[in-house]
């Protein structure tokens, strides 16, 4: 057994644990006396990310100590994927998992039913999280939660649940950084510092077209529902009741068909090309903090910063603005079965807009913690 102590981070919504009476703290407790018992060692379960002891902690491991001791264990119900902190938890862990090759690290529960978790997403907008989470080997606790907690079965499936961390702490490969091979290299050829940094700043002016042209459709999203409300406002004075209002919804589903389409093209590509490249980006973060860097590659790497910041401050203005806008795209999607699609659709995309300010922002914040001196230094 390794040295360091084994940690788990409990990902979790509190009223979820509320509405089922504590029962979701109460099997994080049984867990780690469950794992102590089979191990001799004790497991860590931080439990409160309100706290600072549990921000510290998930930075520290983050940062320095993500090895196969460290667990991010998701509660996976219907409020955990409408809550954004707890998106952000899955998809930063999940990153940084990825860029040591250790993506058995994170380890859902499945608690409550959430079906594009079993039956996928048919008839509805892909989930970047439930993929996520989809991808990994997550333990069914459906039925268990039902269970008396002190019956057989559910003492059995804790025991199972620990038993599975302390065979990961034993078996797990060490951790293999993961390296962003640039397009233009050959495949026999392996990059250099500056050849990755460079493709990687090349890339980083599209991702900001991508989310400029994004905010346009949004835009001319809203413009066309302000003209639907006109025209509503001009049916009803002409009496025109509830089939004018049918055919204006009719009008609007057909003009808000093609933009989102698009919104939704662009979502995904955003997210897509992001996310593919998060493990390589954190890991060459890292790599540039625990390097001597000659003063070519600090220059790359500072060149390179600023671009990321710049990244970083148009997906923040992006994702607050986007907020607001899919909040009432929510609320107008329960109007009519008409626009529903369209408006699930466009809800899905902003959303992976607002999911990818979660990888930018852990970029930035990684590099605010790096000191390579300023533009005029060697």
């Not at 907690?149 to 293999?176: G, K, N, W």
């Not at 905010?215 to 302000?226: C, D, F, K, V």
Request: net charge negative; glycine share 6%.
């Amino acid at each position: 057994m390794t040295t360091a102590q084994p940690v788990g981070f409990w990902s979790y919504t509190h009223r979820d644990d509320q509405l089922d009476g504590g029962r979701i703290t109460r099997l994080s407790e049984r867990i780690a006396s469950a794992f102590e018992i089979i191990t001799g060692d004790p497991l860590g379960i931080f439990l409160d990310k309100r706290s600072i002891e549990w921000g510290d902690a998930w930075r520290v491991r983050l940062d320095s100590a993500l090895t196969s001791t460290t667990f991010l264990i998701p509660i996976i119900t219907p409020k955990f994927l409408k809550s954004q902190e707890c998106r952000r938890e899955v998809i930063t862990f999940s990153g940084h998992a990825a860029s040591l090759g250790l993506h058995e690290l994170l380890l859902p529960i499945h608690y409550v039913n959430v079906p594009q978790l079993t039956q996928g997403a048919e008839g509805q907008p892909a989930d970047e999280v439930v993929e996520i989470l989809a991808r990994r080997q997550w333990v069914d606790w459906r039925e268990l939660r039902l269970d008396d907690e002190e019956s057989p079965a559910y003492r059995q499936a804790v025991h199972e649940l620990a038993l599975r961390l302390a065979e990961i702490i034993e078996t797990a490969p060490p951790p293999m950084p993961v390296e962003v091979t640039p397009s233009s290299q050959d495949d026999e050829e392996l990059p250099g510092f500056i050849e990755i940094m460079a493709e990687m700043e090349g890339a980083l002016p599209t991702w900001q077209d991508t989310i400029q042209r994004f905010a346009e459709i949004i835009t001319l999203i809203g413009e066309e529902t302000q003209w639907a409300a006109g025209e509503m406002t001009a049916s009803d004075s002409r009496g025109g009741g509830f089939a004018g209002r049918m055919r204006v919804t009719q009008a609007l589903a057909t003009r808000l068909s093609g933009p989102a389409e698009e919104v939704d093209a662009l979502g995904a590509k955003y997210w897509t090309e992001l996310a593919a490249i998060d493990p390589g980006v954190i890991g060459f973060i890292r790599r540039i903090a625990e390097e001597d860097l000659s003063a070519e590659d600090k220059q790359v790497a500072r060149d390179f910063f600023k671009e990321v910041e710049q990244l970083v401050s148009a997906t923040r203005e992006s994702a607050m603005q986007l907020q607001g806008f899919s909040d009432s795209v929510g609320e107008a999607a329960q109007g009519s079965s008409r626009l529903r699609p369209q408006f699930r659709k466009i809800q899905a995309a902003v959303q992976k807009v607002i999911d990818s300010r979660t990888i930018v922002d852990e970029w930035s914040r990684m590099i605010d913690d790096i000191d390579i001196g300023d533009d005029d230094q060697p």
